[in-house]
């Protein structure tokens, strides 16, 4: 159902973008000065960025496992103070680029899909290919997560808009996260 919705996203995404002028892009790499570039040219481009991102995912990966091990740290507690920074940090940087361009609707395309698709698919292969043994330390991320997501929740209904205040209580979410895990699990 999550991969389903996302397509029906995507679908729904492009359908309603369609004539939409969305300002001057900036070419491929692979096609400087081509003005419309073919379609095989798109997707050689599309196929290796992905597989450079699979490689250097799988590098921060392995990196993540060694410091943990290093510094006797559980991989899964260090990969959910780290990974979120370092796989937001450049989407957000993305979307601050694309806003001093005037391009807000790339910015705000790019936030927002990347959510859906963190939401949907990366929860979805979650699902599939782990085991659910979870620890003290993983229900209380689950918890503090949904937390998160209900002050921006209980701000939209309340008063029919996020407020920004509400957004950045979700930081406070990440401090206790970070302080249950210094202090040692509350639960076992």
Do not use: C
């Amino acid at each position: 159902m999550l991969v389903a919705s996302y397509l029906g996203y995507v679908v729904a995404t492009v359908r309603s973008s369609q004539g939409q002028d969305h300002g001057k892009i900036t070419p491929l790499y692979l096609a400087r000065g081509v003005n419309e570039p073919s379609v095989s040219l798109v997707l050689a481009q599309v196929s290796l960025a992905l597989i450079i991102i699979v490689w250097g995912a799988q590098g921060f990966v392995h990196a993540v496992e060694a410091v943990a091990s290093a510094q006797g740290i559980p991989v899964f507690v260090l990969s959910l103070i780290i990974t979120p920074i370092a796989t937001e940090l450049p989407e957000k940087f993305n979307s601050v680029l694309w806003l001093r361009q005037g391009k807000d609707t790339l910015a705000l395309g790019n936030i927002s899909g990347a959510m859906v698709f963190q939401s949907s698919v990366i929860p979805a292969l979650g699902i599939l290919l782990t085991p659910w043994k979870l620890e003290s330390l993983a229900l209380w991320s689950a918890v503090l997560a949904l937390g998160a997501a209900l002050v921006p929740y209980y701000s939209l209904r309340r008063w029919g808009r996020i407020l920004p205040s509400s957004l950045l209580l979700g930081g406070g979410f990440y401090l206790v996260f970070i302080w249950i895990v210094l202090r040692g699990p509350i639960l076992q």
